[in-house]
């Protein structure tokens, strides 16, 4: 069975198409504990843990020797091809510093890395709840949409991250 062709975004899963929710225009991948697309644990480094909360994604990553990773990804291919902007909902209570870094990735490597990315943008230190943007405008086809914490510089040093949203506007 081939994919679901709409005029609309869709999933990279033979006829599974998820509708727009809330607005015309808005597609959420996960939304407070609902996963319309199915986020596995990813990449991880070091010390660290991930979790599921009845409406959050929780990664914590904490560096001892070695820099340390955490990611959440999406089990299957996503496609992006009528998605201009895609958005996370996220705050960080980690350290207060610039080694405490959270990232929203896309891209066609399903296990990869900060480094392994077709778009990416990050926000370091601490945050309150706020919304980060990431322009995918530019992309077409299918991708994996990735969280990562990091945390590096002093032993101890913790990264915190709860991610309430993600979702792509068209």
């Known amino acids: ?32 504990g609902t996963e319309r697309v199915a986020l596995v644990e990813g990449v991880s480094t070091a010390d660290g843990s991930v979790s ?11 560096r001892n020797a070695v820099a340390a990773t955490r990611t959440y990804v999406t089990n299957i291919l996503v496609d992006l091809t009528k998605i201009k902007t895609l958005y996370a909902d996220w705050t960080n209570t980690g350290n207060a510093n610039g ?4 990232y929203l990735i896309v891209s066609t ?20 709840r706020t919304i980060k943007s990431l322009d995918v405008s530019a992309l077409s086809g ?3 949409i990735r969280i990562h914490v990091r945390a590096d510089g002093a032993d101890g040093n913790t990264s915190n991250l709860t991610v309430y949203r993600i979702w792509g506007v068209t």
């Open 142 to 144: 299918l991708y994996y």
């Open 109 to 128: 490597e399903k296990s990869g890395g900060v480094g392994t990315y077709n778009a990416r943008v990050y926000q370091d230190n601490i945050f309150s």
């Open 1 to 32: 069975m081939g994919l679901v062709t709409l005029d609309t975004p869709r999933l990279a899963v033979p006829g599974l198409y998820l509708p727009n929710n809330d607005t015309e225009d808005r597609i959420y991948y996960y939304k407070e």
């Open 99 to 102: 080694n405490n870094i959270s």
């Open 52 to 62: 599921k909360g009845t409406d959050s994604l929780n990664l914590i990553a904490t």
